[in-house]
């Protein structure tokens, strides 16, 4: 019999220690286990601009993700073309298409930057400088399909320690994969908050992509720039990406950030693969 597995989430997002306005959005979203192996979409979106336009472009960014996949992640494995084992496979997921959910991944990201940069254009007076940062990742079984675009991050969390999976789409990421600055000199640069790349500031957008497979009891952590520029130590998000409950995963390193300064809004994501008995 083939090992089942079960994913569970949580997510918080808080607006710091220094603004008003939240323009992080946070979304997770699991397949119900009754369907088929388990999926699950999750998101995290930091948004960029003056008034609300940067609240704006998170949520159209969240809603145009979520609908570009949401016929996907709502029908189960037996009535999907897309995710039904072929005739001569086994029930693992390793049978499937898997470059089919990469595609879809990616082409639901390159949605969401032309929706938002279209809304920038038919409101150039209060959203003309509209955007937005975006980790997100698709779950099918033990395999994690991550896409991401500017500087919010996904981390996996294995055995205790913590890798960043995504680059940074900023101007200090440049310089460290260069070999100008060191990886710690990034958190004090004078230009550290020049983005290369964003969602809604051009009519096209290069979305980076990765795949990665999990093991039972790995953790992915997204968030926003606004958690990892706060909490420099890496072991230290380590530390408390080990808290038992998600919930308090993900409340520990908000109060962190906060407790480093909290100088932008915090959004952050944690989902764990588990073994279902």
């Known amino acids: 019999m083939e090992p089942r ?37 999750f998101i995290v979106a930091d948004g960029m601009g003056g008034h ?25 494995d037996i009535g999907s073309t897309v ?40 409101h150039p007076a209060d959203a003309g400088n509209l955007g937005c940062t975006v980790t997100c990742a698709l779950l099918y079984g033990k395999k994690a ?30 310089l460290v994969s260069e070999g100008y600055i060191q990886m710690e000199e990034i958190f004090d ?22 795949l990665y497979t999990m093991e039972v009891g790995d953790r992915l952590l997204l968030c926003s720039d606004g958690m990892w520029e706060m909490i420099h130590d890496q072991a230290e998000i380590a530390s408390m990406m080990e808290s038992e409950q998600l919930e308090s995963a993900v409340n520990q390193l908000i109060e962190a950030a906060n407790g480093y300064g909290g100088h932008d809004n915090i959004g952050v994501v944690v989902v764990e693969l588990q073994s279902q008995e």
């Open 189 to 210: 640069h004078p230009q550290r908050n020049v983005i290369t790349r964003a969602l809604g500031n051009q009519p096209e957008v290069e979305v980076d992509t990765w």
């Open 83 to 122: 995710l039904s084992p072929s005739k001569n496979s086994s029930n693992d997921e390793n049978d499937h298409d898997l470059g089919h959910f990469e595609r879809r991944l990616r082409l639901a990201v390159e949605e969401a930057n032309r929706v938002i940069y279209e809304y920038a254009q038919e």
């Open 5 to 41: 597995f079960k994913l569970v989430a949580a997510k918080g997002t808080h607006p710091g220690q220094l603004r008003q306005v939240n323009q992080d959005n946070v979304m997770t979203f699991v397949r119900s286990p009754e369907m088929g192996i388990a999926m699950g979409l």
């Open 52 to 76: 609300k336009a940067g609240e704006i472009a998170s949520q159209l960014a969240v809603d145009t993700i979520v609908g570009n996949l949401s016929w996907m992640l709502e029908q189960d």
């Open 145 to 174: 399909f991550i896409a991401n675009v500017g500087d919010s991050r996904t981390y996996r969390w294995h055995e205790g320690e913590l890798v960043q999976l995504t680059d940074d789409h900023s101007y200090v990421w440049q």
